[in-house]
């Protein structure tokens, strides 16, 4: 079934360690993006992509870096974990255009202590 | 700066009653406004688009250019309503030819029976 994946769905990590959120979509969708969302707050883009080798920085800055070698592939990568960086973050893809609305993963919902 | 503000963070209505979820927005182009919604548990999701003119789950939502608003209304809630509201806006990005979406801060609505 088409649809776009998120891995780990909840991930607590120690301080200091570096973390991988995997996030693959089969619907081939060109556009990828995450969001960063606290607990009843708004999101916030940190990371978009309009295809492969190709990412740009959000409106959030982020420590986390992201990358597109496939197109069904946008993970995102933390290289050293820490407290501030507990959130939920979610992925999602579009079909290219502005009118074409978002499809979110579940989200990895992110706890470092 | 481009912006979308959701006035309420909570609303409470009861079944039966009308509900409008208030959305305004700054965008200094042709707008293309979203509504997601988010039930407990579950991902966030796309209710309606404006440019789709449609009603999802009895739900509807006009734009007005002139109060600069995309306000979601039903006749009638339904207990199943209970869910966090999120209003969004397609932006074009710095380069002009690639859109993304910034969200409003949510609304969560409650229906009581």
């Known amino acids: 079934e088409a649809d776009i994946y998120q891995t780990p769905r909840y991930l607590v990590i120690g301080t200091g360690k570096k973390i991988t959120l995997e996030c693959s979509q089969t619907?081939?969708?060109?556009?990828m993006y995450w969001y960063q969302q606290d607990p009843g707050m708004e999101l916030h883009l940190i990371h978009y992509?309009?295809?492969?080798?190709?990412?740009e920085k959000g409106d959030l800055s982020s420590e986390s870096t992201v990358s597109r070698i496939r197109t069904e592939h946008f993970p995102l990568t933390l290289e050293s974990a820490r407290p501030s960086h507990t959130s939920q973050y979610l992925c999602?893809?579009?079909?290219?255009?502005?009118?074409?609305?978002?499809?979110f993963g579940s989200g990895t919902r992110l706890t470092v202590v | 700066a481009q912006r979308v503000t959701q006035p309420e963070k909570l609303l409470s209505v009861f079944k039966g009653a009308p509900v409008e979820l208030k959305c305004n927005y700054s965008?200094?182009?042709?707008?293309?406004l979203f509504w997601y919604v988010q039930y407990s548990r579950q991902r966030l999701q796309l209710l309606l688009r404006?440019?789709s003119r449609e009603s999802i789950k009895g739900f509807t939502a006009d734009l007005n250019k002139g109060e600069t608003s995309f306000h979601l209304k039903k006749p009638f809630a339904q207990e199943e309503d209970s869910a966090m509201y999120y209003c969004?806006?397609?932006?074009?990005?710095?380069?002009?030819?690639?859109?993304?979406?910034?969200f409003g801060k949510g609304t969560l609505l409650t229906v009581n029976p």
């Open positions: 999602a893809s579009s079909e290219p255009g502005d009118n074409y609305g978002y499809t």
């Open positions: 619907m081939g969708h060109d556009k």
């Open positions: 992509s309009y295809g492969v080798n190709s990412t």
């Open positions: 965008y200094s182009g042709s707008p293309e």
């Open positions: 404006h440019i």
């Open positions: 969004a806006l397609s932006q074009a990005d710095s380069g002009g030819s690639n859109y993304k979406l910034t």
